[in-house]
């Protein structure tokens, strides 16, 4: 091991490439001794291990769409796993399976909003694809926040330590992405950034009832006291705009 992986960080893709490939020749061989079918949590580490890989050598690859293929492979390995796990049984591993899902989606609609920004005028399949990345991003983030409420369906009023900063922080994103989404429909405009809105005013709202909240998710709290004061200056310009 020591003679295929350097002691110094790799500072390029190829350097981090060459660091990757070692790694994911041990995943592989892992991934053979720990089939599914009798190591279950083993086997499913092992994947989010393969998937720790991908996202870390994504981070040295400069252009965008290669990046963006990258995160796709660690969807491809993670989302089987996802839907086929029982939740009476892997809970905890459903719920970060679910996680990481939402942030990988999360990571690729980034890229293609980034992909976008450099076209003159975003053509119909880039919009497409932003939506629908928007879309799964949110899927995943509702579905862990679901794993959360009760039996009777009912969202937590105060979140357990292990699960306040990914809670937080899946409400944050969601609100996020409701704002990201692209449509020529007024009416829809308005809707999504009222959904926006919702989710910013949950996380404030919490904090203010939870002070012992706010270190675990500063940043994004600050973010969303802006965004719960300007959201609805927007709104109404929007409102007016329509009505003109």
């Given at each position: 091991m020591e003679e295929k992986?350097?002691?110094?960080?790799?500072?390029?893709?190829?350097?981090?490439?060459?660091?990757?490939?070692?790694?994911?020749?041990?995943?592989?061989?892992?991934?053979?001794?720990?089939?599914?079918?009798?190591?279950v949590t083993d086997h499913i580490e092992i994947v989010?291990?393969?998937?720790?890989?991908?996202?870390?050598?994504?981070?040295?690859e400069e252009d965008y769409e290669r990046r963006c293929k990258m995160h796709k492979r660690r969807v491809d390995m993670l989302e089987p796993i996802c839907v086929d796990l029982n939740p009476q049984y892997f809970l905890l591993l459903r719920r970060q399976l679910q996680f990481e899902l939402a942030d990988t989606y999360y990571e690729m609609m980034d890229l293609k909003v980034a992909i976008g920004n450099r076209q003159e005028e975003l053509d119909s399949h880039t919009v497409?694809?932003?939506?629908?990345?928007?879309?799964?991003?949110?899927?995943?983030?509702?579905l862990f926040l679901d794993s959360l409420r009760s039996p009777d369906k009912v969202f937590p009023e105060t979140l357990e330590e292990d699960v306040l900063r990914p809670a937080m922080v899946a409400k944050f994103h969601i609100a996020r992405l409701y704002g990201k989404l692209i449509t020529s429909d007024g009416l829809k405009q308005l809707e999504n950034m009222q959904t926006s809105l919702e989710y910013y005013t949950?996380?404030?709202?919490?904090?203010?009832?939870?002070?012992?909240?706010?270190?675990a998710i500063e940043t994004e709290l600050e973010l969303s006291k802006e965004m719960v004061v300007l959201l609805p200056t927007r709104m109404e310009r929007l409102r007016a705009k329509l009505s003109s």
């Open positions: 992986v350097s002691c110094v960080f790799p500072l390029d893709f190829q350097e981090a490439r060459e660091i990757f490939l070692v790694g994911q020749n041990y995943v592989s061989e892992a991934k053979e001794f720990f089939q599914v079918d009798g190591y989010q291990d393969h998937s720790a890989l991908f996202k870390v050598l994504a981070f040295f497409k694809k932003i939506n629908s990345l928007a879309q799964l991003a949110i899927k995943y983030y509702e949950f996380l404030v709202e919490y904090c203010e009832k939870h002070a012992d909240a706010v270190p």
